[in-house]
């Protein structure tokens, strides 16, 4: 076993003006930053300048199909996760492959990657699960897509732990949070519950320490490690959604049953859920000309399993029923995902419940499948 | 890092009408002049210049990596617009993909084939191996099942295999037309021919899942376990390399763990409906 570096240890408090120093250090070193801001009535992930861009004093309140800002507060993160995920910026909602130009009989075909350098601030930990997930399906099999792993590689992360989670969230029954323990180059906790926000600093990667030195911090004391567990600690217990235990094996179970219809009578095929959720990964593509017809574009686009051109073969789609497609959606998210990655395809993040504008709640439906 | 997701432009060098909507294109790389090597079964994702891009099965000879030849059927736009290139065009090759039939395991026993319409041009290749090392093998059964004499594909072909001794073949249709001699009906009927030892067998079958499925049941019928019985699935494609999702068939994803498959490991999914 290779020794824990040195860094790992570091544990040290920073005040809420260094976020703009941290905000500021990572765009001198070339990164995009990339965090929460208010857009639209929603927290969404979008180019930071700086600090004052982040949500201050701005909290969620969400439930199933229901999603409402409200100022309360002083901190900056009060917030947990929005309509947007980081697949976004990873794994692009629309990403051109590739550009073919034909010249007389010849086709010149060319590779367009457009590589950028983001850091994310503000990523939590059922998110920083998701996109280790992502890693399992883009960079780490058979084959690789190198713009993921490009995009990938470069992402500076820093991880903000949740001291409030929604009513929608149930990370800790899927044990990805609400605290993160690894796959971050830097970690925050917030204090907010004695004036100025405040944060407690872990450190992940060499790279997270390096920028950590160019910010004003404290070493943290005995107490501040214990007010952060307490804190994280409470989040997890607040937690009032979780998923049940043996829900593959309840799917497998009920594979051919009348509970799929009977969801499906519910459920209006509009394919939110999977474009939110942060691990959904499904794509489809697009062909494009110019006028002349000589150049031609080939787009890779996000697509969903509810679309029903989506299993189109010669002669017709193969789930023809919004009943087939929802056990497709809820059988590859929580059973056959095991099978595929060692791992279950949900994070707990609770986006699906939110964004689904019948208020579909993965929980309660996997609940039903494995009392039934 | 080499994008999966890029074609190599290959030159068409032939292209040949089967039958009223199946044709056939030969084709050859351009770029680097590397043989195309492949085994049996596999299949490579086709670009038309601007149309789009779909999985096709390969269905050439494995032993002859010169030339690389699709046979498919014009159902869609891009298989139209296939069809329409001519000798010396230009067209985008991705593979190739996926499992393969088990031509090496089956050494040594008894191979039985069984296959529907387009469904011989997956497992052509396989033939053509089996024929080219027919000696490894002991009795080899090819049973070929068309709509009518006129829907019959490589037609040449089957009845060259057909004169040969040590081989059977057999062929039906669905409905006899002009001067057919030879039999009529579902060619899972010819299953109870027989010809084969049960226990020695491997089967590989192709197919729509309707015919696979009756085909299952004849030679489970016959006594060939599951795990002999091959099949080759089809699902929708973008990506031919398990990033996009279409191909799921429940925990498989077709295009790489397929589309061959031992039929014992998908069994039960494959009785379930829609999936």
């Known amino acids: 076993m290779t020794p824990t570096p040195e860094y790992r240890k570091t544990r040290v408090v920073i005040d809420a003006a260094q976020l703009d120093v941290l905000i500021a250090n990572l765009r001198a070193q070339g990164y995009e930053v990339i965090g929460p801001t208010v857009a639209d009535g929603a927290i969404v992930y979008a180019p930071l300048s700086g600090a004052g861009e982040l949500p201050a004093g701005v909290t969620d309140v969400q439930g199933p199909g229901s999603y409402r ?15 947007h995920a980081w697949k976004r910026y990873l794994y692009p909602p629309e990403q051109l492959l590739f550009r073919s130009v034909r010249q007389g009989r010849n086709l010149r075909i060319n590779e367009e990657l457009e590589l950028k350098r983001y850091a994310f601030l503000g990523v939590r930990p059922c998110d920083i699960a998701a996109i280790r ?58 204090f907010s519950d004695r004036g100025a926000p405040e944060f407690l600093v872990e450190v992940g990667s060499a790279r997270g320490s390096q920028t950590l030195a160019k910010l004003k911090h404290r070493p943290a004391g005995e107490d501040d490690l214990k007010r952060a567990d307490a804190l994280l600690a409470a989040a997890a217990r607040s937690m009032s959604r979780s998923m049940p235990s043996g829900i593959a094996d309840a799917i497998e ?26 691990t959904c990964f499904c794509t489809t593509v697009e062909d494009v000309t110019d006028l002349s017809g000589d150049i031609a574009e080939r787009w890779r686009k996000w697509d969903s399993c509810f679309n029903i051109d989506f299993s189109y073969i010669h002669g017709g789609s193969v789930r023809r029923e919004a009943s087939s497609r929802f056990r497709q959606w809820m059988r590859h998210k929580l059973d056959t995902w095991h099978d595929q990655f060692a791992t ?11 964004w689904c504008p019948v208020g579909i709640d993965i929980t309660e439906e996997a609940r039903t499948l494995t009392k039934g | 890092m080499n994008d999966p997701m890029i074609p190599a432009p290959f030159r068409v060098k032939r292209t040949r009408k089967e039958l009223e909507d199946t044709f056939t294109l030969e084709l050859a790389p351009i770029r680097n002049s590397r043989p195309f090597h492949f085994s049996a079964g596999q299949f490579n994702m086709l670009y038309v210049h601007g149309v789009g891009e779909v999985p096709i099965s390969i269905s050439g000879d494995p032993g002859d990596p010169s030339v690389l030849v699709h046979t498919t059927r014009s159902v869609g736009t891009v298989t139209d617009a296939m069809w329409k290139l001519k000798q010396g065009d230009t067209i985008g090759i991705r593979g190739p993909f996926g499992t393969s039939w088990p031509v090496v395991e089956a050494e040594g026993s008894d191979v039985v084939i069984v296959t529907g319409g387009i469904g011989l041009a997956p497992l052509r290749p396989a033939i053509y191996h089996i024929i080219t090392n027919r000696k490894r093998y002991g009795n080899v059964v090819i049973l070929y099942g068309a709509r009518t004499p006129e829907d019959i594909l490589y037609r040449r072909e089957i009845e060259r295999w057909r004169s040969r001794l040590d081989i059977d073949v057999e062929v039906t249709v669905d409905r006899a037309t002009g ?29 729509p ?54 039929f014992d490991a998908i069994e039960r999914d494959f009785y379930v409906r829609e999936l």
């Open chain 1, 253 to 278: 179970d009920h594979l051919e049953d009348a509970y799929w219809d009977k969801i499906a009578g519910r459920c209006i095929n509009c394919a939110n859920c999977t474009m939110v959720c942060p």
């Open chain 1, 69 to 83: 800002l409200e100022k309360n507060g002083t901190a900056l993160f009060a917030h947990v996760v929005g309509p």
């Open chain 1, 133 to 190: 997930i992502h890693d399992k399906v883009f960079a780490d099999g058979e084959y690789a897509d190198p713009g993921y792993s490009a995009r990938r590689q470069a992402a500076f992360i820093v991880a903000v732990n949740c001291t409030r989670p929604a009513a929608t969230c149930f990370c800790a029954s899927m044990n990805t949070g609400p605290r993160a323990r690894d796959g971050f180059d830097l970690a925050l906790t917030e």
């Open chain 2, 209 to 262: 899942e309707i015919m696979m499925r009756y085909c299952v049941q004849a030679l489970n019928d016959q006594g060939v376990a599951n795990d002999r019985i091959y099949v080759s699935m089809e699902r929708n494609m973008k990506c031919a390399v398990g990033f996009c999702g279409h191909c799921q068939f429940g925990q498989a994803f077709v295009c790489k763990d397929g589309p061959v498959f031992r």
């Open chain 1, 344 to 354: 279950s395809g949900c994070v707990g993040c609770g986006r699906c419940i939110t």
């Open chain 2, 179 to 207: 001067h057919w001699a030879g039999n009529v009906g579902v060619v899972t009927k010819l299953v109870s021919r027989g010809g084969f030892d049960p226990s020695q067998t491997v089967a590989m079958v192709c197919g």
